[in-house]
């Protein structure tokens, strides 16, 4: 959110388990409505190819989040 408010464009991948922190965070720095890309938790036990399948979505989730601003 700092990126962003310097005109950088960031995004901000998270786990389901940090979402809700992420969003008051997002609120108490005035940005409401940020968009985060969320992935399931926990990865730590995640095999080679789910985490990859994780990855690749994540990464084309992230692609129309950059185009759409």
Known sequence: MTAE???IPA???MT???VSAAALMARVLGMPDYEFTVIPHP???VG???LAEMAATTAAQMQ???VRR
């Open 5 to 7: 408010r310097h005109n």
């Open 11 to 13: 995004l901000a991948v």
């Open 16 to 18: 389901e388990q940090f």
């Open 43 to 45: 990865i730590s036990s």
């Open 48 to 50: 080679e190819a789910a």
């Open 64 to 66: 129309r989040m950059l």
